[in-house]
Antibody, heavy 121, light 107 residues
Framework: QITLTESGPTLVKPTQTLTLTCNFSGFSLSTSGEGVGWIRQPPGKALEWLAFIYWNDERPYSPSLKNRLTISKDTSKNQVVLTMTNMDPVDTATYFC?????????????WGQGTMVTVSS | DIQMTQSPSTLSASVGDKVSITCRAS??????LAWYQQKPGKAPKLLIH???ILETGVPSRFSGNGSGTEFSLTISSLEPDDFATYYCQEYNTYSPYSFGQGTKLEI
């Protein structure tokens, strides 16, 4: 059974760097075909895809946020980390991590519950 | 980037109705299209991937169709649990996997 859990600060100040961790179980990112992505959703708004990391370390990013995002994995800890620099109040959102794999053609078949991040001074 | 446009943005319907939601891509995504259902305060749930493949456990009243730039999600007979917001997402390999803006299905 695959599960994912996001963790990180609930409040960050403008200009700070946000670091979010996704702890997962039920699969390994060292296994061919596996991947984890990050998606966010501002209150009352649509989903926005941020980044994805494949088992082979390919890392596509949202073009509009590419300069601010870094996604990485630690296969020994079953963790994926997303950092976002220069946070702004418009980045206030619920941040989700989700599993994607070859079996589902990299659609997000399992999601974490999400973590709400507020950006405010 | 590929832009995904859903229509309508809001859809009012009743239990038992047949409804369809359309998703259009600004360029071809072949069949790399997924549909998700999201209820308030919850994470999205995958309903359909590869445009028409029903995820395990999803009721057969849900179906997906289309390829290239035009796709649809159809619910054949609405049940109370189906009132939610629906999103399409393209996932053309190694491109940004854009979501549509969502369709709120309400009573």
């Amino acid at each position: 059974q695959i599960t994912l859990t996001e963790s990180g600060p609930t409040l960050v100040k403008p200009t700070q760097t946000l670091t979010l961790t996704c702890n997962f179980s039920g699969f390994s990112l060292s296994t061919s075909g596996e991947g984890v992505g990050w998606i966010r959703q501002p209150p009352g708004k649509a989903l926005e895809w941020l980044a994805f990391i494949y088992w082979n370390d390919e890392r596509p990013y949202s073009p509009s946020l590419k300069n601010r995002l870094t996604i990485s994995k630690d296969t020994s800890k079953n963790q994926v980390v997303l950092t976002m620099t220069n946070m702004d109040p418009v980045d206030t959102a619920t941040y989700f991590c989700a599993h994607g794999s070859y079996s589902h053609h990299y659609a997000f078949n399992i999601w974490g519950q999400g973590t709400m991040v507020t950006v405010s001074s | 980037d590929i832009q995904m446009t859903q229509s309508p943005s809001t859809l009012s319907a009743s239990v038992g109705d047949k409804v369809s939601i359309t998703c259009r891509a600004s360029q071809s995504v072949a069949s790399w299209l997924a549909w998700y259902q999201q209820k308030p305060g919850k994470a999205p749930k995958l309903l359909i991937h590869r445009a028409s493949i029903l995820e395990t456990g999803v009721p057969s009243r849900f179906s997906g169709n289309g390829s290239g730039t035009e796709f649809s999600l159809t619910i054949s007979s609405l049940e109370p649990d189906d009132f939610a917001t629906y999103y399409c997402q393209e996932y053309n390999t190694y491109s940004p996997y854009s979501f549509g803006q969502g369709t709120k299905l309400e009573i």
